[in-house]
């Protein structure tokens, strides 16, 4: 977990999730305002019907809630579905890397009177909101009895609820207290055989048989997950269902109060379970606090993404900042440090950390979590392939594409050694930097970042020109022209743009060492942004040299970057269609037959431009046949012959790229040009300002939502955009 600047263990646990404000008691008849100006920046209403919580394209409909790193969260019941009143519907559960509902609603509090259950609309239609940090429930039962339920995270691994019930009535109530829930099971084995329900001392518990299921379901045989509370209860279970039940009812007199705690824990280890039923302890003892510990972190980060953001855009950078916050998963298996994964709501996004979102990832982080975004860093380099590594020491210094819980020595299919990706690590430790003043963090990422830069130069510059090319690794994946290509497209980040299609001509050439070592394999093409991240990072390794006092370190850095920025200019732009292009191994020549794509730009934002490109580049980013579409930066321009305005790669509108054109006019002095396409983005892109999921790409033509909800570095990305100080 992150450490909050080491206060003490248990302050260190209370930072919990909590909001800006503590409910008040009033009656769900008279339906207050939210507490909040952020109450529902997102929609987390619904239940689950199945356990799979995917569409036809994998997409949970269901937006959820977590927070603190945890692999499990909740959604709201929906206004009207009485058969989901009273509990929090889920929770989702991460098995190690694929999403699963584990219930409906597997806490649903029920109040009894003389025997008799009470209605919990009896006063009224319920109200369910979110808010930042937390869950928000209120009932009013009539007769001046109200019930308000709130859920928030106290540690990485556990839900801290609160069943607060009120009497305002002139007469004291008696009221009895049970607690029901039904597994929801997978539909096929042997996922379906996995979860086992038991009755425990203080509640109930959900135990998960040993499955690997590589492409949907893996579990160890020692996940938990369970429900401790802190009254004196006892629990029955029959088949997938239970029933936990208060042994003593509850008087409340006039005008007073009583609070049902419990804690909702999901664990994957045995001794993850030991270390979380301390904490538990603890934070039943002192419930109040972990609230106030919670509001008071959340009061800070909801500070961090609207600090200078208009505020017609602020919803806009709290809902980027709960997306962040759900998509944030602890350490756990093979991912050493918490990280953000890309999305919660796609199962292939779900348990995996990826290197080029991550570096995006963190630099809107910092601006709220800068501990968070430091971390996120560290869970990539944690994998950074060592010189004496056994299985692939021509690889040095590379960063591989993607990590998850699994590594490929214990099963894990989705874990990517194949590729890198994008080389912008030294940028997002330095605007971590900025941020924090963190040198030690500085001393430990330079040499790593150097390694990183080498492995670059080493293993993809096939004609040692001083320009690289994306590629492929030796792996065993990589057994075919064809996969070598697929691998080096997917290094780019940019899978299926038109610029790596093998109908136009792209192919691959491998790259030996001196003595005839097989160090990998190149694209028969240098890419125009690479070379320009590459530029970029050199840049920022001379400052992050420069900050440490190495001074001899720093000019040499500077001189590489301005060595790959001539040559970038010299080579990659095309004064004919004046843009950025590809260029062709061996002999130079810029592809411009595979037409325009957004990388063009790319070297806008990085400053390796000339004013003179800049200006033309300029004038096709606010051309509307170009890339001034609908919803503005186009992966590729609608005049080329290859535009599809969904297919991924080719034509949707993707938020980083936006945010390194945008940044790029900026930093030409376009800056109008700019507070016009950012206006229009932020206008067209569908459900962005309302309380839709933050997409991972949009329709330029129409700004209809396309893949991925919840996208992280979409959310990312949208923080310095808000803004405008990218």
């Known amino acids: 977990m992150i450490r909050h600047r080491h206060l003490s263990a248990l302050t260190a646990l209370l930072l919990a999730g909590g909001a800006l404000a503590a409910p008040q008691a009033a009656s769900a008849r008279q339906h207050p305002a939210p507490p909040s100006p952020y109450a529902d920046v997102l929609d987390l209403h619904g239940t689950p019907a199945a356990a799979l919580p995917g569409d036809d394209e994998d997409n949970n409909p269901l937006t959820v809630f977590a927070d603190r790193g945890a692999w499990h969260a909740y959604a709201l019941p929906k206004a009207g579905d009485k058969d989901a009143y009273g509990g929090f519907s889920g929770p989702l559960y991460i098995a190690q890397e694929y999403p699963w509902w584990l219930s409906k609603s597997f806490s649903r509090i029920r109040l009894t009177e003389h025997g008799r259950p009470l209605d919990l609309s009896g006063g009224g239609t319920p109200r369910f909101t979110s808010l930042p940090g937390r869950l928000l429930q209120t009932y009013d039962l009539g007769r001046g009895l109200t019930l308000s339920l709130e859920l928030r995270f106290a540690t990485d691994r556990s839900a801290l609820v609160r069943a607060r019930i009120h009497n305002s009535g002139t ?64 629990t029955t279970v029959v088949g997938d269902t239970y029933r936990t039940e208060a042994t003593e009812p509850v008087t409340l007199a006039p005008g007073r109060s009583h609070s049902f705690d419990w804690t909702e824990s999901y664990t994957f280890t045995t001794a993850e379970r030991t270390r979380e039923q301390a904490k538990v302890r603890d934070v039943l003892d002192r419930p109040a606090a972990v609230v106030s510990a919670g509001d008071a972190r959340w009061r800070g980060y909801i500070a961090g993404v609207t600090r200078g953001v208009p505020a017609d855009g602020r919803r806009t950078a709290v809902k980027s900042l709960e997306t962040l916050v759900t998509n944030w998963r602890g350490a756990a298996g093979q991912i050493k440090h918490d990280g953000i994964t890309p999305s919660i709501s796609y199962k292939w996004f779900t348990g995996g950390i990826w290197a080029w979102d991550t570096w995006k990832q963190a630099v809107g982080t910092a601006r709220f979590a800068p501990d968070l975004a430091e971390s996120q860093i560290r869970s990539m380099f944690d994998w ?110 940019m899978d299926n ?50 900050a440490l006092g190495r001074g001899a370190d720093a000019e040499r850095w500077k001189r590489r970057a301005a060595a790959t920025t001539t040559a970038v200019r010299a080579t990659m732009y095309d004064p004919a269609d004046g843009w950025f292009h590809d260029t062709a191994l061996g002999t130079g020549a810029p592809l411009t037959a595979r037409g325009r794509g957004i990388e063009g730009a790319v070297p806008l934002w990085t400053g390796t431009a000339s004013k003179a490109q800049a200006r033309a580049v ?10 001034a579409t609908a919803v503005p930066f186009p992966t590729v321009s609608k005049s080329s012959p290859y535009f599809s305005p969904t297919a991924y790669w080719r034509g949707p509108v993707w938020f980083d790229q936006a945010y390194f054109a945008l940044g790029g006019l900026r930093r030409y002095g376009y800056d109008k040009d700019a507070n016009a396409l950012t206006d229009r983005l932020f206008s067209h892109a569908a459900g962005l300002t309302g309380n839709g999921p933050i997409m991972e790409n949009y329709d330029p033509t129409t700004g209809a939502p396309l893949n991925s909800p919840n996208f992280s570095w979409s959310a990312a990305l949208l923080l310095p955009m808000l803004a405008r100080d990218q």
Do not use: C
Request: net charge negative; no cysteine; hydrophobic share 35%.
């Open 171 to 234: 007469a004291s109530r008696t009221l009895g207290a049970d607690w029901t829930g039904s597994l929801l099971r997978p539909a096929d084995k042997p996922m379906r055989d996995a979860p086992s329900l038991t009755s425990t001392r203080s509640g109930v518990g959900v135990g998960f048989a040993k499955v690997r299921e590589t492409w949907d379901y893996l579990t160890d045989g020692t996940e938990r997950f369970e429900v401790t509370h802190k009254d004196r209860v006892r």
């Open 384 to 493: 950074q392939t060592r010189a004496d590594s056994t299985t692939r020491p021509q690889d040095a210094g590379m960063i591989p594409d993607v990590i998850f819980y699994n590594d490929p020595a214990r099963g894990g299919g989705n874990w990517n050694e194949r590729n890198s990706k994008p080389p912008l690590a030294a940028w997002a430790v330095w605007e971590v930097y900025t941020k924090t003043g963190d040198k030690d963090f500085l001393r430990e990422m330079y040499p790593k970042l150097a390694a990183y830069q080498a492995w670059w130069y080493r293993n993809r510059d096939h004609d040692h020109n001083g320009l690289a090319e994306y590629g492929a690794t030796v792996d065993a994946a990589n057994n075919s022209p064809e996969e070598r290509r697929l691998a080096a497209a997917w290094e780019s980040g």
């Open 497 to 546: 743009a038109p610029r790596f299609d093998a109908a136009l001509g792209t192919d691959v050439v491998a790259n030996h060492a001196a003595d005839g070592t097989l160090l990998g394999y190149s694209l028969t093409q240098e890419s125009v942004d690479l070379n320009s991240y590459l530029a970029a990072d050199q840049g920022y390794v001379a400052r992050i040299a420069g």
């Open 618 to 627: 300029r004038d096709k980013l606010t051309d509307r046949e170009e890339f």
